[in-house]
């Protein structure tokens, strides 16, 4: 059964319980555990992750692949362990954060979301380069 939601930033949106997420241990430096994921339009390429507990706030996240098709995901054997405690499709999100100028525009490849089912967890990655601040658009990583 679809519930209402209103956001600040999307108005009033109606969620599916397929949309809806729980995130147990949080996200890192960001209140509240319950958030939904909202694709602003039909094709889309940035999802956000919508606070249920704030409705001002709301987190852009990219499918890492798309700017680094060479992305790795590498964990730590307990977060692995922590993964495999859930059921459902793995999906992997980097966080976005949107600069005035877009060539500054970063994500970051070394805390990526990894959603289980409908279960979410902000997790260290060990892959060697996953950088905290890494540029979103090709032209600005051969700068770099």
Not at 41 to 69: C, I, K, M, N
Not at 111 to 138: K, S, Y
Request: aromatic letters at 8%; proline letters at 11%; hydrophobic letters at 45%.
């Amino acid at each position: 059964m679809p519930i209402l939601f209103k956001s600040s930033r999307f108005g009033t949106v109606e969620l599916s319980p397929e949309q809806l997420l729980h995130f147990p241990l949080g996200l890192i430096g960001i209140p509240g555990t319950a958030y939904a994921l909202l694709l602003p339009r039909e094709g889309a390429l940035f999802p956000w992750l919508q606070s249920l507990h704030d409705p001002g706030f709301a987190l852009p996240v990219v499918d890492p692949t798309l700017p680094y098709p060479e992305f790795q995901l590498v964990l730590d054997p307990q977060d692995e362990r922590l993964l495999a405690e859930h059921r459902g499709e793995r999906r992997i999100y980097v966080t976005v954060t949107a600069r005035p100028d877009p060539r500054k525009t970063t994500v970051n490849l070394r805390a990526p979301i990894v959603i289980v089912g409908q279960t979410g967890f902000q997790l260290l990655n060990l892959a060697e380069g996953a950088e905290l601040r890494a540029p979103l658009l090709a032209g600005e990583r051969a700068a770099a």
